[in-house]
């Protein structure tokens, strides 16, 4: 048994060794990606393999990528008023975003803060096409932004039903897919997006990186402005060597997703199972419709998530709490408060996220931990009651 469990690939997986290759080699690569050169045409041919491999993983063309830092900055580019749609502007008046985005998409981009309305989602973390439906027959040209999984519940999204319905309304839809790109089926076509957000540290890339698909919509105009690099779509010299781990990073899970997955199901489910039986009590949000492979968010009465974080750690186990927990601070989640979740029971929510190498072992380890942690649970009740 390694020294130490990781489970918190939802935050950022490890390094895959393609990607780590294909980063350290093109370090050494001397150009810039735009100079005429040879050795900025070596760059170039660098970011354009690239393009091409992410491209391959969401079933677009290469043309329709700009790389970019990662999700934050791609949600943020594609969250504007001003798009172009079959070659000619648009102006949209309202932002429709569900209430379980990633803060990057909740801050609503480029658009006035009373142009951004939520969409409710249903108890077990879905969103409410009911609502989607009533909020679209309020008119105006809608940009919509629903993830196709969340990073907290692992709840995967109705994106193609739902781009059906934006589209007969006569709106867009961005989807982010920082959490579902390499790690599940993700087609462009099928999901019938308009803009699609990745990230490269989600499937095994470098940190740093990241991409915007853009097919059906684009941004009128950049975030950044500057130098033409991305077709003007992002100002500034190409992280070469981030974007080409990232690129050996989207083949790498392009080939291997549906098997990886099926491993990290069968070990999530067994893990799931004995949960119950240790913590009859448990609740595993989402539990009921359909999730990521890898992802179970669970709480029990009377748990404090950080409390458990730290106590899982101490025994070996990165863990993480299903609490938003940026900068170190836990606040109370807003995915489990939208799906009405009792705060009590989510202010002890936990998150355990598995990777394509995760083991049995591992699920042992992580077993061990948690009867430590309601153990000691129970204790203190017992001793406070
Ligand atoms: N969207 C989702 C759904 C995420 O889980 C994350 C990462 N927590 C992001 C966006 C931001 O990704 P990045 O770190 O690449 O900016």
Not at 173 to 190: E, K, P, Y
Not at 226 to 243: K, L, P, S
Not at 270 to 289: M, N, Q
Request: some cysteine; glycine content about 10%.
């Amino acid at each position: 048994m390694s020294a130490r469990a990781y489970f918190d690939w939802n935050a950022t997986a490890p390094l895959r060794d393609e990607a780590r290759a294909a980063l350290v080699a093109a370090l050494d690569a001397a150009g810039a990606a735009s100079s005429v050169h040879s050795e900025g045409r070596a760059a170039r041919a660098l970011v354009e393999k690239a393009r091409g491999q992410v491209a391959d993983l969401v079933g677009a063309e290469a043309k329709e990528v700009v790389f970019i830092s990662g999700a934050t900055e791609a949600n943020a580019l594609a969250l504007t008023p001003e798009l172009v749609a079959l070659g000619r502007q648009v102006a949209c008046d309202r932002l429709l975003v569900s209430a379980i985005e990633h803060a990057s998409v909740l801050s609503g981009g480029r658009f006035a803060a009373d142009k951004i309305e939520r969409l409710p989602v249903t108890a077990d973390g879905v969103v409410d096409l009911g609502a989607l439906r009533a909020a679209l027959a309020k008119g105006g040209r809608p940009l919509v932004s629903v993830m196709h999984a969340n990073n907290e519940t692992g709840v995967i999204q109705p994106i193609a039903e739902i781009a059906a319905i934006v589209h007969a309304a006569g709106g867009f839809l961005h989807v982010d897919a920082a959490q579902t790109a390499g790690r599940i089926a993700c087609d462009m076509m099928a999901l019938g997006a308009d803009m699609l957000t990745l990230s490269s540290h989600k499937m095994g890339g470098p940190q740093g990186a990241g991409a915007l698909i853009m097919r059906g919509a684009q941004p009128a105009t950049p975030l950044i402005k500057g130098g033409g690099q991305e077709r003007g779509f992002r100002a500034g010299t190409e992280n070469v060597a981030a974007i080409a781990g990232f690129g050996a990073a989207a083949a790498a899970a392009a080939a291997t997703y549906e098997a990886a997955g099926d491993r990290m199901a069968s070990l999530r489910d067994r893990f799931e199972t004995l949960l119950k039986l240790t913590s009859p009590d448990v609740v595993i949000f989402g539990a009921a419709v359909p999730r990521l492979p890898n992802t179970t968010c669970f709480a029990v009465p009377g748990l404090k998530a950080e409390t458990a974080v730290i106590s899982f750690d101490l025994n070996g186990v990165a863990v993480s709490s299903g609490s938003a927990c940026s900068s170190g601070k836990v606040t109370a989640s807003h995915v489990l408060a939208a799906m009405g979740a009792d705060p009590a029971l989510s202010a002890g929510a936990v998150r355990v996220s598995l990777g394509w190498t995760t083991t049995e072992p591992d699920i042992d380890r992580l077993l061990i931990a948690w009867k430590r942690v309601a153990a000691a649970l129970l204790k203190r009740q017992a001793h406070a009651a």
